[in-house]
């Protein structure tokens, strides 16, 4: 019996060994995404049909950007016809404020369709795979995967599209509304300081603007004595006008560019 015993343990181990040497038929792929529909991406992930607890996570994208490189997606060393993957994408939530956001949150989950899961074929890949899942996010939700060690703008990148994503001229023109605003509200702020620090500025207003250069800047005191040194006033008055100036010309050359895209 001893003997017998010995011989199954034996032959266990050895078909584990077996076992554990036997090469794998998939490969772990990294994931990544780009955005060319420029809606932006909140979330994706990558999802094996015929093992639905498989998947990768993908990152988070801004419009017409790219994500980082995540881990990981399995796809047969050697490509196969009939070969899909499932994309599940959460998409940005639409609206101008967080009110108008909450309301498509909730009408997007009384539809079921928070996320949304397409069926994506994967074009013939060389063998054996390596690389990157490149998941490529298109306008009207239409979604292209490549698998490559070559990034999307190498010449020589299999996909249908090459390149990366080009921000369209609207998207760009309100970024420069967005820039612009932001510029006229700290002019706004500069003009209406200085106009303070001109007027006997109170002791409050001076003692405030002390304490933060001295929480931030506080190098930039080191020649004054205290906030009701005469010369530190005279520094506000210079630093809002530089501001002032400052604002001026980036208004200006926001402008500029915005009319060179219309």
């Known amino acids: 019996m001893k003997l017998l015993g010995n011989l199954v343990l034996s032959l266990g181990i050895l078909f584990s060994l077996s076992a554990c040497g036997q090469e794998s038929d998939t490969v772990e792929l990294n994931i990544t995404g780009a955005d060319y529909a420029g ?27 790219g994500g980082g490189i995540r881990c990981c997606y399995q796809v047969p060393k050697q490509w196969h016809e009939g070969l899909t993957a499932e994309i599940e994408v959460y998409y940005p939530l639409k609206g101008k404020n967080g ?19 397409f069926k994506v074929p994967v074009p013939k890949y060389r063998a054996p795979a390596e690389g990157t899942l490149w998941v490529q996010f298109m ?15 190498h010449e ?40 303070e620090w001109k007027n006997e500025p109170t002791e409050k207003a001076l003692k405030s603007s002390w304490d933060a250069y001295k929480k931030h800047f506080e190098e930039e005191l080191k020649s004054f004595n205290g906030y009701k040194d005469s010369r530190f006033l005279s520094y506000l008055i210079r630093e809002s006008e530089i501001n002032i100036a400052n604002a001026k010309e980036e208004i200006r050359k926001l402008k ?3 009319e060179s895209l219309e």
């Not at 809606?39 to 950007?65: C, E, L, Q, W």
């Not at 994503?165 to 700290?186: F, H, M, T």
Request: net charge negative; no cysteine.
């Open 156 to 195: 020589d990148f299999p996909g249908d599209v090459k390149g990366w994503p080009v921000p369209s001229d609207e998207y760009r023109i309100n970024l420069i509304d967005r820039d612009i605003g932001l510029a006229e509200s700290d002019l706004k702020f500069s003009i209406s300081r200085l106009k």
């Open 139 to 153: 306008p009207d939700k239409e979604i292209k995967v490549v698998v490559s060690d070559l990034s999307p703008d």
């Open 39 to 65: 809606t932006g991406i909140r979330a994706f992930r990558v999802k094996n049909p015929d093992v639905p607890d498989a998947y990768g996570d993908g990152g988070s994208m801004a419009p017409y950007g």
């Open 99 to 117: 009110d108008e956001m909450v309301e498509d949150l909730k009408k997007r989950e009384a539809a079921g369709n928070v996320t949304e899961t």
């Open 256 to 258: 500029s560019y915005k």
